[in-house]
């Protein structure tokens, strides 16, 4: 489907060690999901969904890219979820059709990310809310850290140099909280309202 997609279908083997890296921030991500009311959730990118477990409360739709992943996925998900192979930038879903979406480590891996919130924007109901769960380049002397690793980021299909409030499409969604996983990490979990 992308050029992203070829990579992950690659990836696909070498993926649940880099998920073990990732567990800490997924955990909290899904522990603040499950305290929402029961509804419609979307997940983009859902990866080998060795996390679909830990969903509690909802009606799940997780999509990705490449099939491999998918593949996957499939051998360990609960009645809950469904899983369709689609391109999150563009989605085959009517207007208002979710409650919820994440993008758990998404944002910066694909092709288009503008293109993607526009997306989620259209699919969201008018009350939903969007779970961004990513790396995000800090003000700080960590910036630079990213910058050095860019050219190699590009390698692996990820941007290390990402800022969300460079998406034009951003300006649709208000934040609504935003979780830090400690001064010296580069990850956060931003909740979002659509505007």
Known sequence: MTRTADFY???????????????????????????LPSGRLLEIGLGNG????????????GIDTSSAMLCIAAKRKPENVELLQMNG???LFRDGTFDYVVLSH???????PDKLLIEIHRVLKPDGRVFILNHFTP????????????????????????HIQSLPSIVNFNLIDEISFGSLSYFKLKIYGKA
Not at 106 to 112: E, G, L, P, Q, S
Not at 142 to 161: E, G, T
């Open 9 to 35: 279908n690659c990836f696909s083997f070498f993926y649940p060690v880099v998920d073990v890296f990732l567990k800490p921030q997924k955990r909290r991500l899904y522990s603040e999901i499950n305290e």
């Open 50 to 61: 060795l996390h679909l477990p830990l969903y509690k409360t909802h009606q799940i739709t």
């Open 89 to 91: 930038e563009s989605l």
């Open 106 to 112: 998404v944002i910066a891996v694909v092709d288009k």
């Open 139 to 162: 003000e700080n002397w960590l910036r630079f850290v990213d910058k050095m690793f860019q050219p190699i980021s590009r390698l692996f299909h990820f941007n290390s140099v990402f």
